[in-house]
């Protein structure tokens, strides 16, 4: 593992062997799209500005949109699963 760091905080980036095969379109966009909420929980969590929290909100709609047009078969909603009793 590598260890990134940016503004105090220390993120893991996994390590990947050289003859690794290349990640797909769908594969590189659900990293992208796991930043974005990872960002969005952050501005929620400590009280970021309401306006700038709302804008990453709408960012984070729109790329799962086109996401979600660009590799329908990347992602299938469930119907929730019935309350056991």
């Known amino acids: 593992m590598n260890r990134l760091h940016t503004n105090g905080a220390t993120a ?13 379109d769908a594969e590189y966009y659900g990293f992208f799209m796991t930043s974005l909420f990872g960002l969005l929980d952050d ?15 709408q960012a984070q709609n729109l790329f799962w949109e086109e996401f979600k047009s ?14 056991r009793e």
């Open 12 to 24: 893991i980036v996994p390590r990947m062997p050289e003859n690794a095969p290349p990640h797909s």
């Open 70 to 83: 660009r590799h329908p078969d990347a992602w299938t909603e469930q119907t929730p699963l019935p309350d």
């Open 43 to 57: 501005a929620q969590l400590t009280g970021y500005s309401p306006a700038g929290t709302e804008m990453l909100r």
